[in-house]
């Protein structure tokens, strides 16, 4: 084998471990009690609500999100109408 090769192999073979290691298991610690989250019923109703009221009224339907996203969105399976 050549040097080249070697290093190849080598490079090849340290990918696969990282990949397979990442994958073997959780963190230490990762098995605590887990507090269930929820969504604010009103969220327009909070001091930062009122405080970007005003920006949200100036940007209109514009989300910052690129409009790809949403085109993804709308190929995916779950959302197409028969």
Known sequence: ??????????????MILAVLSGCASLP????????KSSALANPEETRLGRQ??????????????????FVIEKLSPETEST
């Not at 230490?28 to 507090?35: D, L, V």
């Not at 009221?53 to 940007?59: K, L, P, V």
Request: without cysteine.
């Open 1 to 14: 084998m050549t040097t080249k090769m070697t290093g190849r192999f080598s490079f090849v073979v340290m």
């Open 28 to 35: 230490p610690g990762s098995n605590f009690a887990k507090t």
């Open 52 to 69: 970007f009221e005003n920006a949200g009224r100036e940007h209109g339907d514009n989300s910052g999100f690129p409009e790809s996203v």
